[in-house]
């Protein structure tokens, strides 16, 4: 009598179990998808929102730019020179040793920092938006909403976001473009601080217009490409560069905006993770009602009296 029981009990909690779960699946799949769909859409693109250009053959690699980065964003080690990009630097310069055609090694230094991209992939993956494309160029974070997912830095085509995680709420960090100084009419910490003239901020279409003047001026001192005009539909940070991008480390990027791949992973993710979640629910479910159903017929044995069944 016990097995054909537990047998009933297997069916009827199992498939109670998976509804559940199956249930939760289809109601967080929906939100899920409405809500990346909503992000992805966003603000619309304007072409007159600033951007930074950066020529790397200014660039001496003195740091300035990463140090005013630091003492502008509060970072813990202002006078510390980064050498990467994490919670503490939103900003770094590396050092590149290339040989070129001759077969002598020139250095290229190269700035990092967030692209800004005109169709960030990071603003469609985040699904609670924490992460914004503003229509004047900055793509800004905002703590408050972020809820540690870190689906952002999975999604970045240029491996900006970092994760704080020493930090128990878990929070992103990255370049915002100065935004709180744009909004005083100042220019970005980083521009501000260079003193080569290797920073240089304006309208993205005027500085890309500059970039290929320059480009058409001097054929001996610069590759024929502007970095970030075109690559994942276009970046509100630009370079200029005397190689090839490809040999300086820059990934090499199609012209597609990659907000499209974002959105496709973000829609099967909460489909994984809640199957899983509903398989686990029903297990749970059926060893939780095994035990009581055990822990009764426990009891009733032991409350029979010695020979009641003779």
């Not at 999604?155 to 935004?179: D, R, S």
């Not at 970005?188 to 260079?194: G, M, Q």
Request: negative net charge; hydrophobic residues 35%.
């Amino acid at each position: 009598m016990m097995s054909v029981m537990n047998k009933e009990l297997s069916r009827r909690d199992l498939l109670k179990g998976m509804g559940c779960g199956l249930a939760a699946l289809a109601l967080s799949t929906a939100v899920a998808t409405n809500a990346t769909v909503a992000d992805a859409s966003g603000e619309p693109v304007n072409e007159d929102a600033w951007g930074i250009l950066i020529d790397l053959t200014r660039c001496t690699g003195c740091q300035s730019c990463a140090l005013a980065c630091q003492e502008a964003n509060d970072r813990p080690h202002p006078n510390q020179m980064p050498i990467t990009l994490d919670s503490d630097s939103y900003s770094f310069v590396e050092e590149r040793q290339i040989e070129n055609s001759v077969g002598l090694l020139e250095t290229v230094n190269v700035k990092h920092q967030c692209m800004h991209c005109l169709h960030p992939a990071c603003v469609s993956a985040c699904t609670v938006g924490a992460l914004r494309k503003t229509a004047e160029g900055p793509v800004v974070y905002d703590s408050e909403k972020c809820i540690g997912c870190r689906y952002c830095q999975y999604a970045c085509p240029f491996g900006v976001p970092t994760y704080e995680w020493e930090n128990p709420l878990g929070l992103i960090h990255k370049c915002q473009m100065c935004a709180s100084r744009l909004a005083k009419d100042e220019r970005p910490a980083c521009v501000a601080a260079c003193p080569n003239g290797a920073l240089r901020f304006g309208a993205r279409h005027e500085l890309l217009a500059q970039a290929h003047a320059q480009i058409i001026s001097n054929p001996e001192r610069y590759v024929e490409q502007v970095y970030g005009e075109h690559e994942v539909g276009g970046t509100s940070v630009l370079y200029l560069s005397p190689l090839p991008f490809s040999l300086l480390g820059f990934p090499a990027l199609g012209e597609e905006p990659n907000p499209r791949y974002a959105e496709a992973v973000m829609k099967q993710t909460p489909a994984i993770a809640l199957t899983v979640a509903s398989v686990v629910t029903a297990l749970h479910l059926f060893m939780q009602r095994r035990q009581e159903v055990k822990g009764e017929a426990t009891v009733h044995t032991t409350t029979q009296k010695p020979g009641a069944e003779l």
